[in-house]
């Protein structure tokens, strides 16, 4: 059964950091492409990092230079770390996986599993 787990998320100041973690479960990550995903109410569910199993990685220009996706095959886990966070990256992140790189990594079709979602709130 393909559970993946999320984690690290909560709440923290503008210009802090958060580092989120997803756990997998009942497949071999090192053969998956797997990511991070958000959604803020009211919003669409948006692409914020993706790791193929080739090791390329796609990040959304809205993150770019301040969010860094790392996978540990060896753990079976992927992290996001998430720098400079802004009000504006409040939302709730989801992790996804998914055999085969979709066509447009970043939008949120063509993966097979989702996690539950961890929230992150940004806020003074």
């Known amino acids: 059964q393909v559970q993946l787990v999320e984690s690290g998320g909560g709440s923290v100041q503008p210009g802090g950091s958060l580092r989120l973690s997803c756990e997998a479960s009942?497949?071999?990550?090192?053969?998956?492409?797997i990511g991070w995903f958000r959604q803020d109410p009211g919003k669409e569910r948006e692409g914020v990092a993706i790791?193929?199993?080739?090791?390329?990685?796609y990040t959304a220009d809205s993150v770019k230079g301040r969010f860094t996706i790392s996978r540990d095959n060896a753990r079976n886990t992927v992290y996001l770390q998430m720098n400079s966070l802004k009000p504006e990256d409040t939302a709730v992140y989801y992790c996804?996986?998914?055999?085969?790189?979709?066509?447009?990594?970043?939008?949120?079709?063509?993966?097979?599993?989702w996690g539950v979602g961890t929230q992150v709130t940004v806020s003074s």
């Open positions: 996804a996986t998914g055999l085969w790189l979709p066509p447009v990594p970043l939008r949120p079709y063509g993966y097979d599993y």
């Open positions: 009942g497949f071999t990550l090192e053969t998956y492409t």
């Open positions: 790791s193929s199993s080739d090791g390329s990685t």
